[in-house]
């Protein structure tokens, strides 16, 4: 008896088929706030289409699950793309005064002429291009890359950044040549400096112990007064001032990097 029943269950349910092509697509109940004239599903062959009054309104309407909301990534490019665009012009000096043990020569080629793997780690004073005031230090590393006895220099790879006391700080990244001007990357900024991309043009006055950088800055606000100023042309001879050495309080930048 009950494996008669359980034969009748097997047998109506084996002839029970649902056969979506000839379900008419009015018995779809619909929700106007959700779907559209046109239902896209990633998942059918094709786009279905209702019959209703929203068709003849052409509506367009995607169900919530499709809207994904942004990456990281897309979100941080939108942020970059309304960066401002203007350049521009930040002028600073840095200066070896022989007070910091730097630079440190790290040979390890083990070999008496530079060698490509030397490694020099450095940091410098920092002084406003008008040379009136101390505004903080550089701080970073240049791998040797190649030794250049022609020109008598080496050609270095170099990632540093500039401090700049409470209006942050700038890192660079590219080469650094010691026989001639050359340009690296703005890579970012902290501070005022926030957003901040574009390059900077490295002179060489004295190498290791003057050089002139040009920043041609984008993506941040306008410099702080105190930072724009008219540089001394850049030359050999060029000292900062008395009172900006001294790190007297009229000729330095608040909290300047020490």
Not at 76 to 104: H, M
Not at 181 to 186: E, K, P
């Amino acid at each position: 008896m009950a494996s008669t029943t359980s034969m009748s269950s097997m047998k109506a349910f084996s002839s029970f088929k649902l056969d979506s092509q000839k379900l008419p697509i009015s018995s779809i109940s619909l929700n106007p706030n959700i779907l559209s004239s046109k239902i896209t599903n990633p998942f059918l062959p094709q786009t279905l289409k209702t019959n209703n009054v929203f068709t003849s309104k052409n509506l367009k309407t995607n169900a919530f699950f499709f809207n994904k909301p942004k990456s990281q990534p897309q979100i941080q490019a939108l942020a970059q793309d309304s960066r401002p665009t203007k350049v521009q012009e930040l002028y600073v000096y840095e200066i070896n005064e022989r007070d910091r043990g730097s630079p440190a020569y790290l040979r390890l080629s083990k070999k008496e002429v530079n060698s490509l793997g030397d490694l020099v780690p450095f940091s410098n004073k920092l002084y406003s291009g008008d040379l009136q005031k101390r505004l903080g230090i550089t701080a970073g590393l240049c791998i040797l890359i190649q030794n250049v006895p022609e020109k008598k220099g080496d050609r270095y790879e170099a990632s540093y950044s500039f401090y700049f006391g409470d209006y942050g700080h700038l890192s660079v990244q590219g080469p650094y040549l010691t026989y001639e001007d050359t340009f690296l990357t703005v890579t970012g900024g902290t501070g005022v400096f926030e957003g901040a991309y574009g390059k900077v043009k490295l002179q060489q006055l004295i190498f290791p112990f003057k050089l002139f950088y040009t920043f041609y800055l984008q993506g941040i606000d306008d410099l702080p007064s105190e930072l724009v100023f008219t540089p001394v042309p850049p030359s050999p001879s060029v000292e900062p001032s008395a009172a900006a050495k001294a790190c007297e309080p009229h000729a330095v930048i608040p909290n300047f990097t020490n």
